[in-house]
Nanobody
Framework: QVQLVESGGGLVQAGDSLRLSCTAALSERTYSLYAMAWFRQAPGKEREFVAAINRPGTGTYYANSVKGRFTISRDNTKNTVYLQMNSLKPEDTAVYYC????????????????????WGQGTQVTVSS
């Protein structure tokens, strides 16, 4: 099991920005073999895909609801993936989870929950109106 630790959540107002971070307890070389993603789960709702990034950081994929507002990036020298969230809306309120999936040499990036085997504990993001 890969340990993933998220940080950066908090309470903000609509229109504000936040940056989430997720650090993996892996060596730099091993971390570069994993695709990374962010999902979120609001109260009473299913966990949903937010954004994903492939191993080298050259390919990204976003949910339509966050496209143009959120940006996913990674720093493989720090074993960390980021989610920059701008123009936040109350409907972005959720627990945000980091996820990792081993991809070896491939550049595929998935956006389904069942494509990721490793999950963090989550960080709460609350956006007030």
């Amino acid at each position: 099991q890969v340990q993933l630790v998220e940080s950066g959540g908090g309470l903000v107002q609509a229109g504000d920005s936040l940056r989430l971070s997720c650090t993996a307890a892996l060596s730099e070389r091993t971390y570069s073999l994993y695709a990374m993603a962010w999902f979120r789960q609001a109260p009473g709702k299913e966990r949903e895909f937010v954004a994903a990034i492939n191993r080298p950081g050259t390919g990204t994929y976003y949910a339509n609801s966050v496209k143009g507002r959120f940006t996913i990036s990674r720093d493989n020298t720090k074993n960390t993936v980021y989610l920059q969230m701008n123009s936040l809306k109350p409907e972005d309120t959720a627990v945000y989870y980091c996820a990792a999936e081993y991809r070896g040499s491939g550049d595929y990036v998935g956006h389904q929950k069942n494509e990721y085997d490793h999950w963090g504990q989550g960080t709460q993001v609350t956006v007030s109106s």
